[in-house]
């Protein structure tokens, strides 16, 4: 006998969201966006013999006044500036018109290739000019986005905009070796104005910041996975956002945005790759992947980072690009996870200081005063602070570097010795406290303390509570450092570094009243000499909390900016490639409080001097090729 047996299941309805499809156009990967830019008419035969993959045709939108004796010049131009066009996009060229009835189809010559076939669509709504994916079925426009390996590991999300105020995960997948792939729209889409003054920009977040949308690690596994995406985008990426940036995806850090060595503290996640030198090299923390990417991709024009102690400007310095420290409170941190609340500042690491000084005025608004169109006033005392001497190659860079900026601002340098202009009880009222004894351990405390309220009791409790009292993997630096500090007092460490600010602001760097100054001098340290820090280490010995003074810590106690600027290269003999390899070295340049403008655009005349060069991606910022 034959049984039949009939299940009812309850009936629901099948929920399909589209994220997008990726297909091949000449060998080059490219990701389909899921969201339409808009809607165009054609009449029928048009797309006869036109190739697709999943229906959908590689298309390129004019700009509405493209005449046809400008199209070779036109692709000539966007072959040349845009990494997303190609010729595969200029088989069906689109040319708006009034309507179907007076549209016109002919054949051009544009590349060598093939004939390209120009028609006239009809749209309701303005389609920018660049390359598309048309679906042929209903006419819907869709934004390209070429596909790129994250080969320096640098990434935690790849992300795509919803035009929604939320972000979701960019799903594409290129060859790659254990890496992620992301998307980039072209540049073309995109037209700066005085209200999107960053239109198509690309820049990547350092992954301690919210999206909404996105789910937030800290560089932490437990935490990705504990808690859901978050909801909000905080008031620092907003802006960026809101002036037209392009936020293409989150990076790594190291954990809980703590100082760590690259493979022997990194537990949870790998460390970035630098790509300087034998690319081997420690990338530095805890911008991490801010760094390194932005010396590696010249797809990314810019990364978003933190820095409390040095997450900025150390990443900066070893990867061979320009990185700020802004002046202290500059800019709300709101859903932003604290190390320091009275240290943490936000910033940038960029190639391009004209850039730099864009994001700089978007970010930080009424903060920040750009001097890009006005002539400054740069002060002319020039103050050095444990610089090296000329006897090494690294410190002959640092040294020419000063003399070439005294001359250029007509000024001198001198020397600074803070702990010892401490001393003067006629300009410090706090000169009898010992300087060494009364900052040794201001920042370890402050750093190894500032989580304990807003991220390490409530993360402990939660996963407690969700993993039956468990207690979640933190990597051995941070929980060294936690446990370390807990044993000093929070309230005397903030009380010194207040008393160092309130000192060091007025007597040492003051700002004037001319805003076209800013600052009474410029202090110059030693960023990077190019000393090598080879991630292949395999040390035994728990990690320490980074007591004592040193130059770096001036801007982090007193709220100054500090800006990273790359000056140049030293050779030395790596272990690894058994051959000779370059190095960065980068000078550290300190203003007064507020006066972050004035180095921006420092910068940026310093360029156009020949004193600083603008660094190249690859394994030397000259743009050598990357070693793998």
């Known amino acids: ?120 669509y009809v749209t309701k709504s303005k389609v920018p000019k660049g390359p598309y994916l048309l679906d042929k079925e209903t006419g819907n426009l869709h934004q390209a986005y070429r596909l790129y390996d994250d080969f320096a590991g640098a990434f935690t999300e790849a992300l795509l905009d919803n035009n929604d105020g939320t972000f979701q995960v960019l799903s594409a997948k290129v060859v790659g070796s254990a ?86 503290d990194w537990v949870d996640y790998h460390s970035p790759f630098n790509p300087r030198g034998d690319g081997y090299q420690d990338p530095s923390s805890s911008s991490s992947g801010a760094g390194a990417s932005v010396a590696s991709y010249r797809w990314l024009d810019a990364a978003v980072g933190t820095d409390t102690g040095g997450s900025i400007r150390s990443p900066a310095g070893v990867n061979g690009v320009f990185g700020n420290r802004a002046s202290h409170g500059i800019v709300s941190l709101d859903h932003v996870m604290p190390l320091s609340e009275p240290l943490d500042t936000v910033g940038f690491l960029v190639r391009d200081p004209a850039l730099w000084d864009k994001l700089q005025a978007v970010m930080y608004e009424s903060n920040y005063t750009s001097l890009a169109s006005s002539q400054p006033k740069y002060p002319t005392d020039i103050m050095t602070v444990t610089y090296p001497n000329s006897n090494t190659e690294a ?52 750093t190894g303390k500032g989580q304990d309220d807003a991220v390490v009791k409530p993360f402990f409790a939660d996963y407690a509570k969700h993993y039956d009292g468990r207690q979640p993997f933190i990597n051995p630096s941070p929980l060294a ?20 600010a309130g000192w060091f602001n007025s007597q040492i760097l003051p700002p004037v009243d001319d805003p076209l100054q800013c600052s009474s001098s410029l202090v110059l340290y030693a960023g990077k000499t190019g000393t090598q820090s080879p991630r292949n280490r395999y040390d035994i010995a728990l990690p320490m909390p980074f007591t004592g003074f ?64 603008v660094p190249e991606v690859g394994g030397s910022i000259d743009g050598s090729p990357i070693l793998f």
């Open 1 to 120: 006998m034959r049984l039949s047996f009939l299940v009812l299941l309850p009936v629901s309805a099948a929920k399909i969201t589209p994220t997008g499809s990726t297909i091949l156009l000449n060998e080059i990967a490219y990701y389909i966006s899921p969201h339409s830019i808009g809607n165009i008419a054609l009449e029928e035969h048009v797309l006869d013999g036109i190739e697709s993959a999943f229906g959908f045709s590689p298309v390129s939108v004019l700009a509405q006044e493209t005449r046809p004796d400008d199209l070779v010049s036109v692709f000539s131009t966007w072959n040349a500036t845009d990494d997303v066009f190609q010729p595969g996009f200029a088989q069906l060229i689109l040319n708006e018109t009034q309507s179907l009835g007076t549209s016109t189809t002919q054949e051009v010559e544009i590349f060598t290739q093939n004939p390209s076939t120009v028609v006239g």
């Open 179 to 264: 890496t992620l792939t992301i998307g980039v729209p072209s540049r073309l889409y995109y037209e700066p104005s005085k209200e999107k003054p960053l239109a198509g920009v690309r820049i990547a977040v350092k992954d301690i910041f919210s999206l909404a949308g996105v789910k937030q690690s800290n560089g932490n596994r437990a935490w990705y996975h504990l808690y859901p995406p978050n909801n909000v985008t905080g008031t620092a990426i907003s802006r960026l956002v809101e002036a037209g940036a392009v936020i293409v995806g989150t990076q790594k850090l190291s954990q809980f945005a703590t100082s760590e060595v690259a493979t022997v």
């Open 395 to 446: 410190g002959a860079l640092l040294n020419e570097f000063a003399a070439a900026l005294a001359k250029f601002v007509g000024g001198s340098v001198t020397t600074l010795d803070v702990a010892n202009r401490w001393t003067s009880a006629e300009t410090n009222s706090h000169a009898g406290l010992n300087f060494t004894e009364t900052f040794n351990i201001t920042y370890p405390v402050l």
């Open 481 to 500: 450092r936690w446990a370390w500090a807990a044993n000093y007092s929070w309230d005397e460490a903030l009380q010194n570094k207040t008393i160092f």
């Open 550 to 613: 040193s130059a770096a810590r001036m801007s982090v106690f007193s709220g100054c900016p500090d800006f990273i600027y790359p000056l140049g290269e030293v050779s030395r003999f790596s272990n690894l490639t058994n051959h000779d390899e370059n190095l960065p070295v980068a000078v550290g340049i300190l203003a007064a409080k507020g006066c972050d403008g004035l180095l921006a655009r420092l910068a940026i005349d310093l360029v156009d001097e020949g004193i600083l060069k």
